[in-house]
């Protein structure tokens, strides 16, 4: 069955320093890759998404991600983190004929000063 | 252009009643999901409308329900609310089928006491 791991709960980085967000999914095609960041009591906000092409992304905020096939993994990064990147941050693949998002369960990051 | 709006924002039920949440996507949208959010579960699908019919459906029992109006705009609605219905309900439209990513709204925060 298709699936999405995001092995970290919480993450702690100092402002100022680098973000790795880790993401693996479960699939046999190259699915529809997402990362969406929700803060406190929001919706959800797009931060840049994957369907071919450069395997490196960028997205809005400073953030960018990197596919890599061969360990189905989609890893968010940000090279200098921001207080205000306080947030929770959610992978997503699309996949399958109904095209059906399938979430992974979040990561929350929080911001040392 | 104007983001998807999501109305009532915070609501208060009892056991037992009934409620109907609304959700105006973003004009030109065709499709809505409804998604629901707690703490324990993380983010599970509720359905997903497109042009007025049900495309997907998650594993909710037939309590939940929803529908597509013609100008897109969507209701979802949960009958004999159970403590358990307390949640943050998302509202996510998009063109299509999402390729280019879901916009949501801020959601409704329901609260069955």
């Known amino acids: 069955a298709q699936s999405v791991t995001q092995p970290d709960i919480h993450i702690t980085v100092s402002e100022g320093a680098s973000l790795e967000l880790r993401c693996n999914y479960s699939?046999?095609?190259?699915?529809?890759l997402f990362w969406y960041v929700q803060s406190p009591g929001q919706g959800l906000q797009l931060l840049l998404k994957?369907?071919?092409?450069d395997t490196l992304v960028q997205g809005i905020k400073g953030f960018e991600a990197e596919f890599k096939r061969s360990q189905s993994s989609f890893n968010l990064r940000k090279p200098s983190v921001h207080w205000s990147d306080a947030a929770e941050y959610f992978c997503?693949?699309?996949?399958?004929?109904?095209?059906?998002?399938?979430w992974g369960a979040g990561t929350k990051l929080i911001i040392k000063p | 252009k104007a983001g998807v709006t999501q109305t009532p924002r915070y609501l208060i039920k009892t056991r037992g009643q009934q409620v109907t949440l609304s959700c105006s996507p973003i004009?030109?949208?065709?499709?809505v999901s409804w998604y629901q959010q707690t703490p324990g579960q993380g983010l599970q699908f509720l359905f997903e409308?497109?042009?007025?019919?049900?495309?997907n459906k998650g594993n909710f029992p037939g309590r939940f329900s929803g529908r597509q109006f013609s100008n897109s705009r969507s209701e979802m609605n949960v009958s004999t609310l159970e403590l358990g219905d307390s949640a943050l309900y998302l509202c996510?439209?998009?063109?299509?089928?999402?390729?280019?990513?879901?916009?949501f709204g801020s959601g409704t925060r329901l609260t069955v006491v």
């Open positions: 996510a439209s998009s063109f299509d089928r999402g390729h280019d990513g879901y916009t």
């Open positions: 699939y046999g095609a190259t699915p529809y």
């Open positions: 994957y369907f071919s092409g």
């Open positions: 997503a693949v699309g996949a399958g004929s109904n095209y059906q998002l399938i």
């Open positions: 409308y497109f042009s007025e019919t049900q495309r």
């Open positions: 004009s030109g949208h065709r499709s």
